[in-house]
């Protein structure tokens, strides 16, 4: 809760890029920053989920200053639709702190917080176009799987990374 200022500056400066926002989590409001987390907590622990998801922990990467860097949502389980194109670990960094290793720092920070939930087999997913998440995916381990072509022909590269 103390990081609520920093947190609706990341999300305010995600929003004015215009970019998708990754992971999904952070697509929410934080107008009622309470209720966020509130979400949050419970999504961790199963309560109120809609049918066919699964229970997910979200992380906030954070530097000294306490400056939110990026956002990783770890999904506990693989239904069909994230074996396919969602996978366990879905991550995002603020847009103005790219390129300066914190995606590969919050992917390996992820992996451990996998291992703690008995995830030793890490499926992690990005779009074939997605240069950047591709070289931090093969730096935490990641082995080639087959793609998935969506309806749209967005082509998701799939990845598992062993994490025992």
Known sequence: MDLQKEYLSFYQEWVKSGEEMIPWVIQRDPSDF???VAF???NEK???LPDGWVPDSTYWL???EKRVLGVVNIRHQ???PLLRSGGHIGYGIRPSERRKGYA???LTLSLEKARNLGIGHVL???DKTNTGSLKVIMKN???EDSDFVEDDGNIVKRFWIENQ
Do not use: F, S
Request: charged share 20%; aromatic share 0%.
């Open 40 to 42: 949050l907590e419970d």
């Open 46 to 48: 199963g309560i109120n």
């Open 78 to 80: 693989l239904t069909g």
């Open 62 to 64: 954070v530097n000294e």
């Open 104 to 106: 590969t720092k919050l």
């Open 34 to 36: 309470n209720k966020m």
């Open 124 to 126: 992690v997913v990005c």
């Open 141 to 143: 381990g990641g082995v």
